[in-house]
């Protein structure tokens, strides 16, 4: 009789272990959604040039969270540098403007940029 009340004691202890180790992995889970809804994504355009000769133009756009400015004013700055950098040259941005800075819009950077030789 002991040994029976024993082990299910046992296999109650196992159950409810296995059910806090569920709940535990749906909270995680659930956590990685939702900081993957946060961080948004970003998507930039061709680099292409603007209306004064040695000058360009890319634009960035970000969503989610209240940080998607940064992301788009950071992509178009990467995207400006490489473009240089890929002709030997570095980056000078000569303009940019930046839109939509409320949270959960839709936020935008765009960049003029010149190219110059590195010296």
């Known amino acids: 009789m002991r040994?029976?009340?024993s082990r299910e004691a046992a296999s109650r202890s196992r159950r409810?272990?296995?059910k806090g180790v569920r709940n535990a992995v749906a909270a995680?889970?659930?956590l990685v959604a939702c900081a993957a809804?946060?961080?948004g994504c970003t998507s930039t355009t061709q680099?292409?040039?603007a209306d004064?000769?040695?000058t360009y133009t890319v634009e960035a756009s970000a969503t989610g969270g209240r940080m998607a400015w940064a992301r788009a004013h950071e992509e178009a700055l990467t995207q400006a540098h490489d473009y240089c950098e890929r002709r030997g040259m570095q980056s000078s941005v000569?303009?940019?403007t930046v839109s939509g800075v409320q949270m959960l819009s839709a936020h935008a950077s765009s960049v003029n940029f010149e190219c110059h030789p590195k010296f």
Do not use: H, I, Y
């Open 3 to 5: 040994d029976t009340q």
């Open 28 to 30: 995680f889970v659930a």
């Open 47 to 49: 680099v292409v040039s």
């Open 16 to 18: 409810l272990r296995c």
């Open 37 to 39: 809804s946060l961080v």
């Open 94 to 96: 000569t303009k940019e």
């Open 52 to 54: 004064k000769p040695g």
